[in-house]
């Protein structure tokens, strides 16, 4: 079955830097668009960053400049390095795959930017 499990978040200055990773296990990673999303209590959850099968990205205007995807098709690895961090920054983050109707999800990990 599928499964994503997320790693690398915790708790980071203001200006900062944290790496997300996503492993993808249970389907063929390298032929799918992986996603990072995002969600703040109380909000809606925010596409953060896509990447498709070949590299190509992009990635939410809060974040462009900031935040680079990418991905490592041999190890069925996704990435999301982030720089700059701010306060705003902090929530869940979630990796996601869209596959033959069904969105999936990873458990979330947590990224807080406080001094």
């Known amino acids: 079955q599928v499964q994503l499990v997320e790693s690398g978040g915790g708790l980071v200055q203001p200006g900062g830097s944290l790496r997300l990773s996503c492993a993808g296990s249970?389907?063929?990673?390298?032929?799918?668009?992986m996603n990072w999303y995002r969600q703040a209590p109380g909000k809606e959850r925010e596409l953060v960053s896509r990447?498709?099968?070949?590299?190509?990205?992009d990635s939410a205007d809060s974040v462009k400049g900031r935040f680079t995807i990418s991905r490592d098709n041999a190890k069925s690895m996704v990435y999301l390095q982030m720089n700059s961090l701010n306060p705003e920054d902090t929530t869940v983050y979630y990796c996601?795959?869209?596959?033959?109707?069904?969105?999936?999800w990873g458990q979330g990990t947590q990224v807080t930017v406080s001094s």
């Open positions: 996601n795959l869209f596959r033959r109707g069904s969105d999936y």
């Open positions: 249970g389907f063929p990673f390298n032929i799918y668009v």
């Open positions: 990447i498709w099968p070949d590299s190509n990205f």
